[in-house]
């Protein structure tokens, strides 16, 4: 299947774009806020990418026939379904931080 080895690298791009957004946008939105925000901002612009350039270009364009009927639940699977598992994962990671702060760790972050 010709659409596996095309998809690794935006997988990769998706993720490399959450964390930057949330790197960048962190220190944006104050000191409470600026965390859960720029995840929200993260995971969004994660699956617009990833919608956007498996969903739409790269499935439909290079998925075999005979998987012509799986193409929908591809499609949500690389769009909808990663927007969900990035929101959370940064609840997942707010949770960590907060506990972390806790302890001797915690004066780094």
């Known amino acids: 299947m010709a659409a596996i080895p095309a998809m690794f690298p935006c997988i990769m791009i998706g993720n490399i774009i959450l964390v930057l957004a949330v790197a960048l946008l962190r220190s944006k939105f104050g000191k409470k806020a600026g965390l859960p925000v720029s995840i929200v901002i993260g995971a969004v612009l994660k699956a617009l990418f ?3 350039l ?3 270009i790269i499935l439909p364009n ?3 026939a005979k998987m012509q009927p799986m193409l929908h639940v ?3 699977q690389f769009s909808v379904t990663q927007l ?3 929101l959370i994962g940064g609840v997942y990671a707010i949770i960590i931080l907060a506990v ?3 302890t001797s760790l915690g004066e780094q972050a």
């Open 50 to 52: 990833m919608g956007i």
């Open 100 to 102: 972390l702060r806790n």
């Open 84 to 86: 969900i598992t990035a």
């Open 54 to 56: 498996i969903s739409l």
């Open 74 to 76: 591809l499609q949500l």
């Open 62 to 64: 290079m998925l075999p």
